[in-house]
């Protein structure tokens, strides 16, 4: 949900600068004043963050091979590899549905105003749903919401994107509505990227093994989504872009098969 929210303060920023600002005020410096709030907004974090007590067992702690990338990569990299794996295929996914939409959306004709109003109201309604795909997962097990997520996001993406987008380009509440119904098969990746990569590994490099394979999938594949989006629109083949999302789904749906149906991890964790 705190991602989410990051997500839906940024859009709503947009929403309030179209409003009090013309484009010509926003190129001529209007822009700075997000990252400005971002900046303010960093420290803060970075202020509560140190604060956060340490929940690692001084047992765990104290171990030689505690937190180490040699540790990492002698007795856990195929659990690395498998992590990163499904991770850009989410991260991917992520980017595509929250970010790259507005351009997209603008693209085909819809202006900036009602694009961020669109933007604004469908990332409201995937931060609420969070929970709500947490419990289901809780109920179905990661493994089964990856391998949903992973295969029905293959089989709707470019339906929706390439065709029913364009189709419904007339209509902001018809966008809306299929851009919901992606947000919600997201979902069920989103409410529980952070613990099902958790579950993959043990205490001692848990922190390190969840950060860097997050942060080598994200931005490998999903913080470069907008960018490689745009080379394939710049070569004249923008709905090809599609199908390499669905392309990583698809290995993403072969990687999840691989998650145990149990977490090895966290049963026993306090």
Sequence with gaps: MTLTGGQLLASLLGVIFLSFMTEQQLQDGGWRIPFVIGGLAAIASLLARSRLEETLSHE???????GSLKELFKNHWKTFLLVVGYTSAGSLSFYVITVYSKTYLTNIGIDSQTVGL?????IFILMVAQPFFGILSDRIGRRNSMLLFS??????????????????????????????????LLSLYTSISGIVKAEMFPPHVRALGVGFSYAVGNAVFGGSAPSVALQFKSAGIENSFFI????????????SLQIPREARYLKDDH
């Design 118 to 122: 669109i933007m604004t109201g469908c």
């Design 244 to 255: 390499y999302v669905i392309v990583m789904l698809v290995i993403c749906f072969f990687y």
């Design 151 to 184: 295969g029905l996001m293959a089989i709707a993406i470019y339906p929706v994107m390439a065709i029913g987008m364009r189709a419904f380009s007339d209509s902001p509440m018809m966008v809306a509505l299929l851009l919901i119904f992606l947000m919600m």
């Design 60 to 66: 765990d702690s104290d171990k030689e091979e505690s």
